[in-house]
C-alpha cells in the first residue's frame, strides 16, 4: 500500500530556509489520479494547509505563506519537497505531507498522510 | 477565504451514545466539497468522509455524514473507545483549502 515518509531536519534558525522531502513509496508520484500536499499543526494547534503539487508542477499555496513557500516534485525520486523561507518561531510545527486524490477534475480530500515530522525554528 | 466553525469545542459523552459534530462555512462550500478527519493523540489525521456524505475506504458504517451548503454535520451513531479523539471538518470547494479549529471528544 501507498506511504509517505517525511524526511530533514529537526531544528531550522529563524531566518533561515525549512526544507523537507516527502517520499513516497508503494505508488508512483506521477500517477494522475493523484494530488500531493504539504500540512502543518503548531502545538496543540488545529491544522493548515500549505500548498500541493501536481504530478506535472503546477502548484498552488496558501496565501497567508505566498512568497516564502514553495513546493517542488522529483518523479525520477518518487518525492516532493517543501521549503519555506525566512522562518520565525511561529513555524515551529508538525509538518505532515498528504496524498490527495483527484475524482473528475476535483482535487478532492487527503487520504493518506505521512506520521509527521516536528520542525522547531530555535536560535 | 472560506472559514470554517467547528461546535460545540468538546463534547463529554460515553461509549455507546450519539455524537453530533457541528461544521459551520463562513460561505457555501461548492458541491459540497467537505470532508473530515479524525486525529488521535500523536498521529496523523485520518480521512473519515469526503464530499460531505461518503464514507472513505475502511471506514465503519457508524460514522456518517450529511449537510450542504454551509452547515455540515458528522454523526458517530454509536461510540465505541477508540472513536475518542479531536474531529475536523476541511473544505476544498475553493482553492485555498481549510479547516475547522476541531472538536475534541471526550469520555465523560
Known amino acids: 500500500q501507498v506511504q509517505l515518509q517525511e524526511s530533514g531536519p529537526g531544528l531550522v534558525k529563524p531566518s533561515q530556509t525549512l526544507s523537507l522531502t516527502c517520499t513516497v513509496s508503494?505508488?508512483?508520484?506521477?500517477?494522475?489520479?493523484?494530488?500531493w500536499t504539504w500540512i502543518r499543526q503548531h502545538p496543540g494547534k488545529g491544522l493548515e494547509w500549505i500548498g500541493y503539487?501536481?504530478?506535472?508542477?503546477?502548484?498552488y499555496y496558501n496565501p497567508s505563506l505566498t512568497g516564502r513557500v514553495t513546493i517542488s516534485v522529483d518523479t525520477s525520486k518518487n518525492q516532493f519537497s517543501l521549503k519555506l523561507s525566512s522562518v520565525t518561531a511561529a513555524d515551529t510545527a508538525v509538518y505532515y505531507c498528504?496524498?490527495?486524490?483527484?475524482?473528475?477534475?476535483?482535487?478532492?480530500?487527503?487520504?493518506?498522510w505521512g506520521q509527521g515530522t516536528v520542525v522547531t525554528v530555535s536560535s | 477565504e472560506i472559514v470554517l466553525t467547528q461546535s460545540p469545542g468538546t463534547l463529554s459523552l460515553s461509549p455507546g451514545e450519539r455524537a453530533t459534530l457541528s461544521c459551520r462555512a463562513s460561505?457555501?462550500?461548492?458541491?459540497?466539497?467537505l470532508a473530515w478527519y479524525q486525529q488521535k493523540s500523536g498521529q496523523a489525521p485520518r480521512l473519515l468522509i469526503y464530499?460531505?456524505?461518503t464514507r472513505a475506504t475502511g471506514i465503519p458504517g457508524r460514522f456518517s455524514g450529511s449537510g450542504s451548503g454551509t452547515d455540515f454535520t458528522l454523526t458517530i451513531s454509536r461510540l465505541e473507545p477508540e472513536d475518542f479523539a479531536v474531529y475536523y471538518c476541511?473544505?476544498?470547494?475553493?482553492?485555498?483549502?481549510?479547516f475547522g479549529q476541531g472538536t475534541k471528544v471526550e469520555i465523560k
Open positions: 498528504a496524498r490527495g486524490f483527484v475524482r473528475a477534475t476535483i482535487f478532492d480530500a487527503f487520504d493518506i
Open positions: 508503494g505508488g508512483s508520484i506521477s500517477n494522475g489520479a493523484y494530488y
Open positions: 503539487i501536481y504530478y506535472s508542477g503546477s502548484t
Open positions: 460561505q457555501s462550500v461548492s458541491s459540497s466539497y
Open positions: 464530499g460531505a456524505s
Open positions: 476541511q473544505q476544498y470547494g475553493s482553492s485555498t483549502r481549510t
